[in-house]
């Protein structure tokens, strides 16, 4: 148990110590505890562009074509789920070729492979799949909404066109 004097030592410290003042150490202590970003609520991380991320997100507007908001949305969600998928793939790869590299090494110590380990792999193929049913899922909602939509153009022109023809 800590003595008085101890809990009024580290009380007076923690004053003095109130975290980065700067929006550059603010930034990087918001990732002290970032692992392998699996999971990080961030969408692009460190070591990954921020221009690539734009880039994949322009292909997918470009081939998605999405109408409307909501459309719009789901083609965000479906850029971030596939970004975190090619995450996920670069994370389990590097896994791999770390160990491959060392394991033939006479030098390498056991140290070494402490990232590679069954239960890391079996939770990376855990995210994989979460973000897998989540892409799957935007995908198949902008897909419905997107048929919805020309369904309801389609019947309106159908309509319209007996209109003139003079059936209505």
């Given amino acids: 148990m800590s003595s008085q004097r101890q809990i009024t030592a580290n009380r007076a410290n923690a004053k003095r110590s109130s975290g980065p003042k700067s929006s550059r150490g603010k930034a990087s202590s918001s990732q002290n505890a970032l692992k392998h970003g699996a999971l990080s609520q961030q969408i692009v991380i460190a070591g990954e562009s921020i221009k690539d991320y734009e880039n994949l997100h322009e292909k997918l507007l470009e081939d998605l074509k999405p109408e409307g908001e909501l459309e719009r949305l789901l083609v965000d969600k479906i850029t971030i789920y ?87």
């Avoid at 970004?83 to 994370?91: D, G």
């Avoid at 890391?120 to 997107?146: D, G, V």
């Fill in 82 to 168: 596939a970004w975190r998928l090619r995450r996920i793939i670069y994370i389990e790869s590097a896994m791999f070729s770390d160990r491959l590299k060392y394991e033939h090494d006479s030098f390498a110590s056991e140290k070494m492979f402490e990232g590679f380990t069954l239960q890391k792999l079996s939770a990376m193929n855990r995210y994989e799949t979460a973000i897998s049913r989540q892409f799957y899922r935007a995908a198949k909602q902008l897909q419905e909404l997107q048929q919805n939509r020309l369904k309801d153009i389609h019947q309106r022109t159908d309509f319209s066109l007996y209109r003139e023809i003079g059936f209505v």
